[in-house]
């Protein structure tokens, strides 16, 4: 079995993509290394290694939280499987 993103636990929200050339309508298998658990959906849109994919659906205003730590808040609804970037998360520091 592939892995094409992790989870440092299952309180995040985004994994990380870990793959180069990720495309939409893939089905993904994702690792949360702290409980050592494997989730599987599909990605809803193309998303570079490093990026973030989002791990359950955010409404605008939701925090996100990425290696227990908030990254930032939601500024356009994201949905499980998108890529989540600048264009739909900001951060909260100004």
């Known amino acids: 079995m592939s892995i094409?993103?992790?989870?440092h636990e299952e309180a995040d929200?985004?994994?990380v993509v870990?793959?180069?050339?990720?495309?939409?309508?893939?089905?993904c298998n994702g690792w949360i290394m702290q409980e050592d658990k494997i989730i599987n959906f599909k990605?809803?849109?193309?998303i570079p290694i490093g990026h973030k994919v989002a791990l359950r659906?955010?409404?605008?205003?939701?925090?996100?939280?990425?290696?227990?730590?908030?990254?930032?808040?939601?500024v356009a609804p994201i949905k499980r499987g998108q890529h989540?970037?600048?264009?739909?998360?900001?951060?909260?520091?100004?």
């Open 4 to 7: 094409e993103f992790v989870v």
């Open 13 to 15: 929200g985004v994994g």
């Open 18 to 27: 870990v793959i180069e050339g990720l495309k939409a309508g893939t089905e």
């Open 43 to 46: 990605i809803l849109d193309d």
């Open 57 to 74: 659906d955010f409404a605008v205003g939701d925090t996100v939280i990425k290696y227990n730590t908030d990254i930032g808040k939601v």
């Open 84 to 94: 989540l970037h600048v264009h739909n998360v900001k951060t909260k520091r100004w």
